[in-house]
Each structure stands twice: as C-alpha cells, then as structure tokens.
C-alpha cells in the first residue's frame, strides 16, 4: 500500500493554510526552541492486537481488511507510520504474534522503518497446547507447576523478543481472585514475587521488565497486581531492571492517575504508559477522546519530572499505546489516538514551569490554574502537524488516510471477513 507520490499532492494542498496556522501560534505563543524536535522523537508504539476490531462478549462486529498474519500487521502499522511518522514501533503479543521467522520479520519491519517495542508475554489465557490451566491464576497459582508453566512462557517471550531486537517485557497478570476467601492475598503475592525473581533472572542485562497492573476484569474481587502500589512493591524486589507500566484504564474512578506518574517517575520506577481513555473500566477507548485534560495532567507531570531527573524523554520511558476498536476502523482510532498524544506532550512542553513554580510559592491558586489551562487551551495542532511535516508525513494524516480509500484497498487484497489475532 503506497502512500509516497499521493502524501506529496496531498502536503501540498494544504502547505499555505498549514504555514498561515503555524506563523500565527510562533507570533502569539513563546514555543520553546527544541519543541518541534522532541515532538519529532517522540515516537508512539502501536499494539499488534489492536489492528482488527475488537469486541466484548456481547459482540464483535468486523470492518473487513483485518490483519490475517504479524507480516500483515507490520504493513498496517508501517502504513501508519508513513501517514504520521510518529509510529515508529510495534508492541508483540506472545503467542498471538509468535514467528518461526524473525530474521524475515525484522528486516519487514525495518523496511517500514519501525522498531519493537516492549513484548508481552500472555498467562491470562489457555492455549490449545498447553498442558495446564491458568484459570486459578499463574504466576500466583497454588499448583508449582502452573507456576513453572508460566514463568518458562515469559522465558520464552524473551528469546522471541530478542530474536526481533525489543528490549523490554510486559508482563499483566489477570491473576486474582472472584470471591472472598478464595485467595490468601499473602501467599498469592509472595508466589507472585518469587515467579517474578525467574522471569527477571532471565533478563539480558539490557533489558527491562515492565509489571502491568489493573485493578479489576477478568478477576471481579481482587486482582494480585491491582494497583500502582502492589506493582511498585514488587519492581522494588525485582531490581533496577524492573519498572512499572501504567495503562490509563486499570484504575478505580477517579484515580489522580498524575500524582501516581509523579510519584512512579521520582521514585525511578516508571516504565512506560498503556494510552488509551475510559469514562468507566478497562473501556480501551481512543487516547484523549473522553478525558483530554487528564492525559494533559500526566504529560504535563511527565515533563517536569524526567526534566527534574534529566531524563531523555524520547527514549527514557515506554510510550505504547493499549486500546480496542469496537466501532471505529482501527487505523483510524490509532491516527486519532496518536495525534491526541503528541497534543497533550506539545502542550505540556508549553507550560512556563518558572511562572507556575512562583505561582505555587505564593500560593496563588488562581495562577496555578490560569498556567496550566493557558498551554491546555493552546491549539498546537499546527506544531504536531509541523513535526509531521519535517519528518516527511502528511499534513492530515486522517484526511490522506480516507482520501486514499484505504481501508477499501484493505477489503479488496484481504477480504471482509478476515480477523485478526488480539482481543
Ligand atoms: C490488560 C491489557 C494488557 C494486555 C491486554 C491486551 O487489560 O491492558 O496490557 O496484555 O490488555
Ligand atoms: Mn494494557
């Protein structure tokens, strides 16, 4: 699926209107120097399972031109990222993106200019071959050769992930439990930590592991990895190499999900973001589409805590996004998801920290405030479309994306009714 010739065309229909946009916020707004740049390094990650459309147990409902095998998987996220080119990585999902083939898998990738990102490793479900079950839990299961069973799963993750050149695990565990007095918490997180000790021997030394939490689904009383805090307890007796991954959508209503990145990232053991929004549970939504100003608060967070601990912010952090398309085109959902990340890192790089540091000293609330809103009310859709530009994509990724009938060319090479490996 070529972009090339039709991306010019394309830029250059709208290149007059763009400048006009982009002069006007440089007159009105002090954008720092460097901004347009961390935006251009600012890659994103898409997740192998959220290339087909997702669905929930009461129904699934596909768009056609789904992804049929990872080599498919790669074109669509390549396609992506030749649209934006701030998609430069894809996250696997083991077993459902296992290859025979990572030499031809890797040179695909690179043909398409993406990197892998963090692989995960899957116990949350039973595969066909699989000798036991993990329906009691698997890092934390009573039987030690469930246990066993898993741990060699997320060796075996690794070796994959090595083999395609990702430097990172993620592991979420659905381990939990649905009633009272079904687990002894105690004993499932001491099972769950001595687990992770294996899995965490078996890191290459540059590498990371990245412990997922969530507070609840598919277990309905107490997950063993619930929250910020059990996470954080349990990378702190893994090691250095063991952070922990925030997914936007695994937290309780109104969760202050800012403080817990503050704090995660001056305590050095943030690992990386999920993105993705929700207006109740794990909804898996699109980035910013249902709490825009909240995803604003955590770059807004982001950035003056990696600064405080000058980090490359780049490349110091994961920064994947997790999400599931049950009625929009997932190509689609991903543009948008994207696009509203790059906004909220654009506007958090336009707060005047100095002027909101003497505001908070002063405790002039309404300062404080007027600051935080100022860069959260800038449109800087002409920045994020100006880094686009520089790095050789389109203007309007989405209208580029609809023009060339994409989705249509999808159908037509894969069929309507193919589906795609994921959730
Ligand atoms: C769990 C989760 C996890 C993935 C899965 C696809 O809800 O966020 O990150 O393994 O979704
Ligand atoms: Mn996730």
């Keep these: 699926m070529f972009v090339g010739d039709k991306l010019h065309d394309h830029n250059a229909l709208r290149l007059a209107a763009h400048e006009r946009r982009y002069a006007f916020i440089n007159s009105e707004v002090a954008i720092p120097s460097d901004l347009i740049t961390k935006l251009k390094d600012f890659q994103i990650a898409i997740p192998s399972w959220a290339l087909g459309t997702g669905g929930t147990r009461f129904g699934r409902f596909s768009g056609g031109g789904e992804p049929r095998n990872l080599e498919e998987k790669i074109a669509d996220v390549g396609l992506l990222h030749a649209l934006n080119q701030t998609s430069g990585a894809i996250s696997l999902h083991i077993p459902w993106d296992s290859t025979t083939n990572p030499t031809a898998i890797k040179a695909l990738a690179a043909q398409h200019g993406l990197a892998f990102d963090a692989v995960n490793s899957n116990t949350f479900q039973d595969q066909a071959n699989q000798a036991l079950s993990y329906k009691f839990g698997s890092l934390q299961h009573v039987d030690a050769a469930v246990r066993k069973q898993a741990v060699q799963h997320n060796i075996e993750v690794i070796q994959q992930g090595i083999d395609l050149g990702s430097k990172s695990l993620t592991v979420w565990l659905s381990d939990g439990s649905c009633f009272p007095g079904?687990?002894?918490?105690?004993?499932?997180?001491?099972?769950?930590?001595?687990?992770?000790?294996?899995?965490?021997?078996?890191?290459p030394g540059d590498w990371n592991l990245f412990l997922e939490y969530k507070a609840y689904e598919p277990n309905f009383y107490s997950t063993t990895v619930g929250d910020w805090g059990q996470s954080y307890s349990m990378v702190n007796k893994l090691g250095e190499k063991a952070f922990t991954l925030v997914d936007l959508g695994h937290h309780l209503p109104?969760?202050?999900?800012?403080?817990?990145?503050?704090?995660?990232?001056?305590?050095?053991?943030?690992?990386?973001?999920?993105?993705?929004?929700?207006?109740?549970?794990?909804?898996?939504?699109?980035?910013?589409?249902?709490?825009?100003?909240?995803?604003?608060?955590?770059?807004?967070?982001?950035?003056?805590?990696?600064?405080?601990?000058?980090?490359?912010?780049?490349?110091?952090?994961?920064?994947?996004?997790?999400?599931?398309?049950?009625?929009?085109?997932?190509?689609?959902?991903?543009?948008?998801?994207?696009?509203?990340?790059?906004?909220?890192?654009?506007?958090?790089?336009?707060?005047?920290?100095?002027a909101l540091e003497a505001a908070r000293n002063a405790n002039d609330v309404v300062a404080c405030q007027e600051i935080l809103q100022t860069a959260f009310r800038t449109d800087v859709r002409s920045l994020v479309a100006q880094a686009r530009l520089e790095l050789g994509g389109a203007l309007d990724p989405m209208a580029l994306f609809r023009d060339l009938g994409i989705r249509n060319q999808l159908i037509q090479q894969r069929g309507a009714k193919t589906q795609a490996t994921g959730l």
């Design 182 to 203: 079904q687990l002894n918490f105690r004993k499932a997180y001491e099972r769950t930590v001595d687990s992770l000790k294996e899995i965490y021997a078996a890191l």
């Design 254 to 354: 109104n969760a202050n999900i800012e403080q817990i990145v503050s704090l995660l990232l001056m305590e050095g053991k943030l690992g990386g973001f999920h993105f993705n929004d929700s207006k109740y549970g794990d909804d898996d939504l699109t980035a910013g589409s249902i709490k825009p100003y909240q995803l604003f608060l955590i770059f807004n967070e982001l950035v003056d805590g990696m600064d405080a601990k000058g980090m490359n912010h780049a490349k110091d952090l994961g920064w994947m996004i997790d999400a599931s398309h049950n009625v929009k085109d997932p190509l689609e959902d991903l543009l948008q998801s994207v696009e509203a990340i790059q906004m909220a890192y654009a506007q958090a790089l336009l707060v005047d920290r100095t």
